[in-house]
């Protein structure tokens, strides 16, 4: 009787032994994707505030080139402006900067150069460049964070996402109530 007891107990063991080998491997292999995962968050996080980056350099370089090609210019704002929305992961930061690309920037932009509904041309450069040298500094300073500070951007409870947050939340507000005005104003 003693021995079919010990019998049992010895394989119920091994058993255990084998289910909790296969929980850690398990474990592992789910870490090991989970970082994968945020690695991959990084680089797109990376990669669409440096577009938006590279966008306010193009917006600069469109004016410094006199207006030329204006054409051109809008179709890669209108592009840039509307993917962020669609290529960042939801969140109140990524919101409010979308909110501000395509409801404030892209039509601020094309009023600009479309110069028959352009009303007050000097006015609305000077909106623009205002805009475009904030987008180009929280642009830059988000795109150029350590991996470390960008694991705790996509944490919405961290300190770090609450202020780059509450910065875009201010800067967007300022802008859409200003560019509203502008437009209120044709």
Known sequence: ??????????????????????????????HNENSKLKNEQIKQMTTEWSE?????????????????????YQKYVNKICHHFRLASPVSQLNWNMSDLLVNSYDPLFLNL???????NKKKALALLKEMNSSLAEISKNISEMSTDEKNKLMDQSSAVYKQQSAKVKDFAT??????????KGL
Not at 52 to 72: C, F, M, P
Not at 113 to 119: A, C, H, K, L, N
């Open 1 to 30: 009787m003693t021995k079919v007891s010990n019998k049992k107990l010895t394989v119920i063991c091994i058993v255990l032994v084998v289910a909790l080998f296969l929980s850690i491997v398990g474990n592992v292999v789910i």
């Open 113 to 119: 150069i479309d110069e028959e509904r352009t009303v």
């Open 174 to 183: 300022k802008y859409q109530k200003l560019t509203d005005d502008y437009f």
């Open 52 to 72: 938006v980056y590279e966008l306010s350099r193009q917006v600069d370089n469109y004016i410094a080139l006199n207006y030329v090609d204006g054409e051109k």
